[in-house]
């Protein structure tokens, strides 16, 4: 079941937050593949020098226990294992001059690297 989110200010901590910036890039780097059958998909993996790291990708798998979610028209997929990192989490797209890319913000973490690859 897919679970229809309109993008806002308000952070729900039951699930995954898309922010309308990303939800707008995820749509342009969809339109460049040229393809509308793909999720993002937002995992949790063992990892990194704090224990865990975040895995963004591109997916056309359906996993058993998935949770979906479509914030305007971009369907997030966070897998059940992954999924109480993640409840509360808000993912943001950042375009500046030090620095541009996807962004976490995981009230879940306790702790980070050094680098702020991977947290636990």
């Not at 806002?8 to 393809?35: M, P, Y």
């Not at 056309?60 to 990192?85: A, C, I, K, N, Q």
């Amino acid at each position: 079941m897919t679970e229809q989110v309109e993008t806002s200010t308000e952070r729900r901590t039951d699930q995954i937050n898309l922010s309308a910036v990303a939800a707008e890039k995820v749509k342009s780097l969809l339109a460049q593949e040229g393809r509308d059958d793909l999720a993002l998909r937002i995992s949790v993996q063992p990892g990194g020098c704090s224990g865990l790291r975040y895995q963004l990708f591109f997916d056309e798998r359906t996993l058993d226990g998935d949770v979906t979610t479509d914030f305007d028209g971009v369907t997030v997929v966070v897998d059940r294992m992954s999924v109480p990192y993640l409840n509360g989490a808000q993912i943001d797209f950042v375009d500046s001059i030090e620095k541009q890319g996807f962004t976490i913000d995981n009230p879940n973490a306790t702790g980070s690297c050094a680098c702020g690859d991977s947290f636990h």
